[in-house]
Nanobody, 127 residues
């Protein structure tokens, strides 16, 4: 089992950058594929990006491709989300998640593919 805690959220102007971190405790994160999701008010939680347990493969939602980068440091048991060129529509609570199984394809972009979740961190982008 793994516990996840996000940090790094805040208020930023459009065009700015933020870096989110997700610190894990319990079982080492090298056993899990890791992902980032976000949820805006009144909307469903949506996939942002994910990274394989080795860190060799990443996948992104079209809405963030080219602007966001997912990375991990297994030695530090930490997942990161570097967000550049932020837009007001990126405003949401951002969650990190861990998947026990190495799902592939479209299922890996769904919340049900992930077994453990953090509590979320708020990101607000002002126009």
């Amino acid at each position: 089992q793994v516990q996840l805690v996000e940090s790094g959220g805040g208020l930023v102007q459009a065009g700015g950058s933020l870096r989110l971190s997700c610190a894990a405790s319990g079982r080492t994160v090298s056993f899990y594929d890791l992902g980032w999701f976000r949820q805006a008010p009144g909307k469903e939680r949506e996939f942002v990006g994910r990274i394989s347990r080795s860190g060799s493969t990443t996948y992104y939602a079209d809405s963030v491709k080219g602007r966001f980068t997912v990375s991990r440091d297994n030695a530090k048991n930490t997942l990161y989300l570097q967000m550049n060129s932020l837009k007001p529509e990126d405003t949401a609570v951002y969650y990190c998640a861990a998947a026990s199984r190495p799902w592939t394809g479209s299922y890996s972009y769904t919340t049900t593919a992930y077994d453990y979740w953090g509590q979320g961190t708020q990101v607000t982008v002002s126009s």
